[in-house]
């Protein structure tokens, strides 16, 4: 699974220029799926209120993250079932960890391709 998101999100991470698109980026859209009733939970990640940024042990003022990490708890409207993930994302190497409990990502249209490379659509 970790490879497949890896490469669903691979296009997040090749942007113009030096710097990934999930470095600049305002935003991105992923869908989920309650692993109790199956009700589809859609959601909108703000890269500047909701990616935490991590720093290296020595880092001083003024040095960029070396990661950033996502951690999400959500409840859907069907039932009270809690679906948690964390994905760990590097700015030089893409997605590096994924975890989520109570739930599963939502691959869309059949395609066999996950739902974090079709709904992850960038608006600055």
């Given at each position: 699974?970790?490879?497949?998101l890896r490469e669903a999100?691979?296009?997040?991470f090749?942007?113009?220029?030096?710097?990934?698109?999930?470095?600049?980026?305002?935003?991105?859209n992923l869908t989920?799926r309650?692993?109790r009733?199956?009700?589809?939970?859609a959601?909108r990640?703000d890269r500047?209120?909701?990616?935490q940024?991590?720093?290296?042990e020595d880092a001083?003022?003024?040095d960029?993250p070396?990661e950033y990490?996502?951690?999400?708890?959500?409840?859907g409207?069907?039932?009270q079932n809690?679906?948690?993930?964390?994905?760990?994302?590097?700015?030089d190497?893409?997605?590096?960890?994924?975890q989520i409990?109570?739930g599963?990502f939502?691959?869309?249209?059949?395609?066999?391709?996950?739902a974090?490379?079709?709904s992850?659509?960038?608006?600055r």
């Open positions: 699974m970790l490879a497949k999100l691979g296009r997040l090749d942007g113009p220029g030096d710097e990934p698109l999930v470095c600049s980026a305002r935003s991105f989920v309650c692993g009733c199956g009700e589809l939970i959601l990640i500047d209120h909701e990616l940024s991590v720093y290296a001083e003022e003024g960029h070396i990490v996502l951690r999400k708890e959500l409840v409207e069907d039932c809690l679906v948690r993930f964390t994905l760990r994302f590097s700015c190497h893409g997605l590096l960890e994924s409990t109570g599963s939502v691959e869309r249209n059949g395609r066999g391709r996950a974090l490379e079709k992850v659509e960038l608006t």
